[in-house]
């Protein structure tokens, strides 16, 4: 069983659109969640950190649901270069592996 | 901006050539970890090491791999012996696990092509 698991899409939506991402993890030890993003060829970027209570960054919103072991990303008014992939990462805070999901591709159309 | 640095950017090696990459994690960070993700596939884990010792390794990262932190600041990955199927992008990472800081940063990678 996957660790990380993710829709890998792709999800094409126009220029303005709302769109929203899903995450599953299995291990209940995880501790810290994040998104990042992932552009063509180029290294995994901290998006941002994940919180029971919910986080907000400008048109991105975070949220993370320990119960259901469930992490969302929701992208409001996509723009052109939101265009990337999106992983989410759990990390058990023992030093040990950050786990990745396998992306979700996100391209945005004019 | 602190950052993890990566050299070199692109090696391209003969099959059964052995290859060092490097890494200088973030000064303060005490974890580090390789990552890979071969073109169009997803980041796998390679490994984690702590206090000098590795803490965590995958399947991946078999006796043709090695680690080590040869002085204060670089982190090296070796691999001995490389397969055309080990070209991929190889990531290096640090994180702190201090406090709130959580979160790993990544080197902008080396693309290793083995031909």
């Known amino acids: 069983r996957k660790e990380v698991e993710q829709d890998p899409g792709p999800f094409n939506v126009p220029e303005g659109a709302t769109v929203a991402f899903n995450c599953t993890y299995s291990?209940?030890?995880?501790?810290?969640f994040f998104w990042y993003r992932q552009d063509c060829r180029k290294e995994p970027k901290l998006l941002m950190s994940v919180y029971s209570s919910g986080n907000e960054d400008g048109r991105f919103t975070a949220q993370l649901n320990r119960a259901s072991q469930y992490i969302s990303l929701l992208i409001r008014d996509s723009k052109l270069s939101d265009s990337a992939t999106y992983l989410c990462?759990?990390?058990?805070?023992?030093?040990?592996?950050?786990?990745f999901g396998t992306g979700t591709s996100l391209t945005v159309i004019p | 901006e602190p950052e993890v640095t990566q050299t070199p950017s692109h090696q391209v090696t003969q099959m059964g050539q052995e290859v060092i990459l490097r890494c200088v994690p973030i000064?303060?960070?005490?974890?580090f970890y390789w990552y890979r993700q071969i073109l169009g596939q997803k980041v796998e884990f390679l490994v984690s090491?702590?206090?000098?010792?590795?803490?965590?390794k995958s399947e991946i990262f078999d006796d043709q791999f090695s680690v080590e932190r040869p002085d204060g600041s670089n982190f090296t990955l070796k691999i001995r012996s490389t397969k055309l199927e080990d070209s991929a992008m190889y990531f290096c990472a640090s994180s702190d696990l201090s406090g709130g800081n959580t979160e790993a940063f990544f080197g902008q990678g080396t693309r290793l092509t083995v031909v």
């Open positions: 000064s303060n960070h005490l974890y």
């Open positions: 291990n209940s030890a995880s501790q810290s």
């Open positions: 090491f702590y206090n000098n010792e590795i803490s965590e």
């Open positions: 990462v759990a990390n058990p805070n023992t030093g040990n592996q950050f786990y």
